[in-house]
T-cell receptor
Framework: RKEVEQDPGPFNVPEGATVAFNCTYS??????FFWYRQDCRKEPKLLMS???SGNEDGRFTAQLNRASQYISLLIRDSKLSDSATYLC??????????????FGSGTRLQVQP | DGGITQSPKYLFRKEGQNVTLSCEQN?????MYWYRQDPGQGLRLIYY???????QKGDIAEGYSVSREKKESFPLTVTSAQKNPTAFYLC????????????FGSGTQLSVL
C-alpha cells in the first residue's frame, strides 16, 4: 500500500463547478498535511496547509479526518486557471533530522470552458 | 531576487556518463533536498542536507551523489550507476525548524541519449 494515495484523475469539470479531491495516508503518526499545486513540467507550489479544524482560503477548502486518515481539498467556482495537478503531501515528523515529506502522485484537474 | 536556481533546465546524458545538476539558493535556508519525479508520479526523495558538510540518503539514493560544501549550493551528480536516470529533478529548500513549507527550484529535465 502506498504511503499517500490519490486518485490520479483526470477530473474534467466545467467552469464554475465544485470539485473535491481526497487523499489517504497510511502512517497514523503523520503530523502535518499540505496541498501543493503543480503545473505541467513546473515546480510544485504550496497551495495550502491543512489544519485539524479545517481551513479555507478563498475558493479552496481543506479538511483533515484523522480517524479515517484522509485529507480533502474542495474547489468552488472552478476557473480555467485551476487546471493543474494537485499533490497531497504528508509529513510524519518522526525523524526530526529529516522531517520527511511524502508526496502523493497527484490528482489532475482539467477545467473546461 | 531571492529564490532557488536550478541549472540547466534540460540535460542530456550519454550512456556511462556522469552528469551534475546545479542547485543554488539565496534564501539562507539550512535544509536542502533533491527529489526525482517520473511522469504521473509523486516526488521521491534522493538526498537531503540539514546543514553544511552533512547530507543523508533519501529513499532512492542509489546511483546518485551529492555534496554540501557551501550553504548556498547542493549539487546532485547522476552517476553511470543510475540505470534509469530519465526524470524531472527538483531541488528544494526549507526554512526554520517547525516550518514545513518547501521552496522549489524550477527543475531540470534529464534525458538519456
Amino acid at each position: 500500500r502506498k504511503e499517500v494515495e490519490q486518485d490520479p484523475g483526470p477530473f474534467n469539470v466545467p467552469e464554475g463547478a465544485t470539485v473535491a479531491f481526497n487523499c489517504t495516508y497510511s502512517n497514523s503518526a503523520s503530523q502535518s498535511f499540505f496541498w501543493y499545486r503543480q503545473d505541467c513540467r513546473k515546480e510544485p507550489k504550496l497551495l495550502m496547509s491543512v489544519y485539524s479544524s479545517g481551513n479555507e482560503d478563498g475558493r479552496f477548502t481543506a479538511q483533515l479526518n484523522r480517524a479515517s486518515q484522509y485529507i480533502s481539498l474542495l474547489i468552488r467556482d472552478s476557473k480555467l486557471s485551476d487546471s493543474a495537478t494537485y499533490l497531497c503531501v504528508v509529513s510524519d515528523n518522526m525523524d526530526t533530522g529529516r522531517r520527511a515529506l511524502t508526496f502523493g502522485s497527484g490528482t489532475r484537474l482539467q477545467v473546461q470552458p | 531576487d531571492g529564490g532557488i536556481t536550478q541549472s540547466p533546465k534540460y540535460l542530456f546524458r550519454k550512456e556511462g556518463q556522469n552528469v551534475t545538476l546545479s542547485c543554488e539558493q539565496n534564501l539562507n535556508h539550512d535544509a536542502m533536498y533533491w527529489y526525482r519525479q517520473d511522469p504521473g508520479q509523486g516526488l521521491r526523495l534522493i538526498y537531503y542536507s540539514q546543514i553544511v558538510n552533512d547530507f543523508q540518503k533519501g529513499d532512492i539514493a542509489e546511483g546518485y551523489s551529492v555534496s554540501r560544501e557551501k550553504k548556498e549550493s547542493f549539487p546532485l551528480t547522476v552517476t553511470s550507476a543510475q540505470k534509469n536516470p530519465t526524470a524531472f529533478y527538483l531541488c528544494a529548500t526549507k526554512g526554520r525548524e517547525g516550518n514545513e513549507k518547501l521552496f522549489f527550484g524550477s527543475g531540470t529535465q534529464l534525458s538519456v541519449l
